[in-house]
């Protein structure tokens, strides 16, 4: 076992992308559990664009993080020390346990993972973890897509997106995606089964969307928010749902106060009888198992493919972490810490 824990903490508040100021390398003792605590090897850390919103200033859906603190993130790894009966040494879990090696944990904090050797930890990081559950409810129980109607998708060819996008075949809807490059946009459409996709960084997007919906959208899953719901809206049609699951296109702002204004067109949900509704992973926590049923049934099946990208090494981190916001990830975006 090493004795030293590596750490990324934060130490600045970005403007606009995050960058080397804003994070400091920090080396010290590996920490020993207390009472009712476990010490956790991190294996596998996520790379969400959440991240970006807790090195906010203001709180969001979670506290913001202090300065000074471990950067907050979600981490798949192994007990490798256990001061509770609950979670013995070697047990899988998963939680927020910090851009770090180490982290204790207290053991009623963390998820115990099942040890069953098909479901690796980049499984439950990705498909069967926050990213998995995210898309199958955005898309059954927020969006409540129905077999034969439209759905598209923003940020189609990322982590949730390019689940949420198998989904909706799955369930017998024509998807349509929507992608920063012509090579995401040919994988939607000739590996992930999407009808067809718009490369919006190349495509008028009203011209896209008149191009791929000729009979409207039904649904509407929302990865990036911004410009793009306002000529998204004029296509939807009766009693459609927009399902928002995110706003990737602004979290590079300070705040909420500097996001872009909203649509002019939001009269449209009257017109048309939309409904419009936000969610989080967690609002679906106790209903989690339904979701990894279903996902990791149609992965055994070969029917949804999980594609991830994966970076060596925690000293990488916060480089990679800019990868969402440019878009140079295809798939789930996580770091190797330790095999
Ligand atoms: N509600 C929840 O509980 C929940 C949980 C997880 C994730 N999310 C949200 O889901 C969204 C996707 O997250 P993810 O983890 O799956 O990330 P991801 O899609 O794997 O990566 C982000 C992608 O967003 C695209 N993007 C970046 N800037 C953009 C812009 N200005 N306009 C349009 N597209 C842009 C990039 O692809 P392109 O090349 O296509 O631009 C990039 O690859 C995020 O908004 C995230 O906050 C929500």
């Known amino acids: 076992m090493n004795t030293i824990n590596r750490q990324w903490r934060i130490v600045g508040r970005p403007e606009g992308q995050a960058g080397t100021d804003h994070f400091e390398w920090h080396e010290e003792p590996v920490p020993v559990p207390g009472p009712g605590q476990v010490l956790v090897r991190n294996l596998v850390l996520s790379l969400d664009p959440t991240n970006r919103l807790w090195m906010w ?83 059954t129980d927020v969006g409540k897509l129905v077999a034969g109607e439209t759905m598209l998708v ?18 017998g809807a024509r998807v349509v995606g929507v992608a920063g490059t012509a090579d995401k946009c040919r994988w939607l459409v000739d590996e992930l089964g999407c009808a067809v996709a718009i490369d919006y960084r190349r495509e008028d997007l009203v011209e896209g969307l008149a191009r791929c919906c000729p009979e409207g959208v039904d649904v509407y899953f929302d990865n990036v928010g911004g410009p793009m719901l306002e000529p998204v809206l004029d296509r939807m049609n009766l009693h459609g749902r927009v399902a928002v699951c995110g706003a990737i296109s602004q979290y590079n702002r300070t705040d909420v106060s500097q996001f872009d204004p909203g649509p002019r067109n939001l009269f449209l949900l009257v017109v048309k009888r939309l409904r419009m509704q936000g969610f989080l992973t967690s609002d679906f926590a106790s209903r989690a198992g339904e979701a990894i049923r279903a996902l990791s049934q149609w992965h055994r099946d070969g029917l949804l493919r999980f594609r991830l990208h994966e970076v060596e090494g925690l000293e990488n981190a916060p480089a990679a972490m800019n990868m969402l916001f440019v878009g140079t990830n295809l798939g789930k975006l996580m770091v190797r810490i330790a095999r």
Not at 124 to 129: A, E, H, I, N, S
Not at 154 to 171: H, K, M, N, T
């Open 57 to 139: 200033e203001r709180d969001t859906y979670l506290p913001a993080q202090k300065l000074g603190q471990v950067m907050r993130g979600i981490a798949v790894g192994r007990v490798e020390r256990s001061e509770s009966e609950a979670l013995p040494v070697g047990t899988l879990v998963s939680g927020l346990l910090g851009w770090q090696d180490y982290a204790v944990a207290d053991a009623r904090a963390v998820n115990r993972l099942p040890a069953d050797p098909a479901m690796t930890p980049e499984l439950w990081l990705g498909l069967l973890g926050h990213i998995g559950i995210t898309a199958y409810f955005g898309v």
């Open 154 to 171: 923003s940020g189609a060819a990322g982590a949730v997106g390019s689940l949420a996008c198998q989904i909706g075949r799955i369930l």
